[in-house]
């Protein structure tokens, strides 16, 4: 009896050997390994990790829908502000010199230098003349402005005919310089010297300032992603009776037209893709000559129709049982590029929908009640321009 007892105790203490050992084994087996010999349900279906880095999880979808926009309209219109470009020339006096007196000889030499200035950014010289009478006059007369000689000549006593200047030879800071001829040897005691009456230098310019006019309009990004067709329009009445100079047009200071435009004319000028930028554009206009009033200004832009995702995904039928035995959850992760503006989403999944509103960078949902076996589909539809970095659906144990 006692030699029973004490087999039967041996035989305990081998089983209960033999199944640690079997427990070791098991638990040293790298996930995959013990998942097939355990015949985890989860991994025989395609399981992987998933967001957050949680084991047995089976991924659905994964997806990166990246920019969407929110509306169907492919049309808009962007009114601008009338504009008013005067390029009329007018006659302003630079220079004043009541009286002037320059002489020289073999002992002495006196000359006139005239200061004046012109802002070069603010106004257009398109005419230069000098007058003025001559007193009294012997030897030759020597004009220079800014080193550049314009006059040299003898002249006699009365009114003189103006001095064409060139207008390229003006600067910000001028000096305009009054000489006269050396005197010859064989008159080494005489002078050369002129006395001039009544000097003016009249400049013919215009008003830079009047000449151009800039307005600025702003595109969405879906505007220029999506771009189609645009073009800027506007109408045209003239000032007086004079018709105007060319009028050269500028988008983002790329020039888009350069033309005469007929007074009470509709001018539609074309833009493309590459004139555009998302954000602020500028639309410049420069008028060389005349008067114009632009009235009725807009830009005109055409889209491509919004392409909204549909994503397409499948559950198996070992998956799907788990699911509906409420073994696993269904959640749906989107995480969008990080900005704090409301993200406002359609969402439809397999024709049923909800709504996601959220200022946070990342929603999650369980959806398990919105699917089915074998083919399902979401549809994403942006109530407002975003963008999203991950859509993710995946099946996780409850």
Known sequence: MGKRAQGAS????????????????????????????????????????????????????????????????????????????????????????PSLYIMTSKMNKKTEPLQFK??????????????????????????????????????????????QINPTFVKDSNTLTFSVSEVPWYRFWSRNQYELRELKLISSTQDLEGMQSTTTFRLSDQEVDEFKSGYVRFTVECG???????????????????????????????????????GKNDLSFELSEGTLYLTNLAAHIEINAPRWPIYYFDINSTVWNRISRSHLDVPMRVDFVEDSKEKDIEVTINSRKFYIETKENSYTKKIQSYLKEDNNYVRIVPQSELNIANLKIYAVED
């Open 10 to 97: 041996h035989a305990a203490t081998l089983i209960i050997f033999v199944g640690m050992m079997i427990v070791i084994y098991i638990l040293m087996l790298s996930p995959e390994d013990r998942a097939d010999l355990l015949n985890d349900t989860n991994s025989s279906n395609g399981g992987s990790t998933g967001p957050g880095g949680e084991d047995n999880i089976t991924i659905l979808l994964d997806e990166s829908p990246g920019s969407l926009f929110p509306t169907e309209q492919t049309s808009f219109d962007h009114p601008l502000s009338q504009l008013i470009l005067s390029a009329a020339s007018e006659d302003n006096l630079l220079l004043s010199q």
């Open 118 to 163: 012109f802002d070069q950014n603010k106004q257009k010289i398109n005419g230069l003349l000098l007058s003025f009478n001559v007193e009294s006059a012997s030897g030759r007369l020597l004009i220079d402005l800014n080193g550049n000689e314009i006059f040299n000549g003898e002249l006699e006593s009365g009114s003189q005919q103006p001095i």
């Open 240 to 278: 007086g009776d004079k018709q105007s100079g060319r009028l050269r047009v500028r988008l983002n200071d790329n020039l888009i037209s350069s033309s005469v435009p007929d007074c009470l004319a509709v001018e539609k000028i074309d833009i493309t893709k590459e004139d555009l930028t998302a």
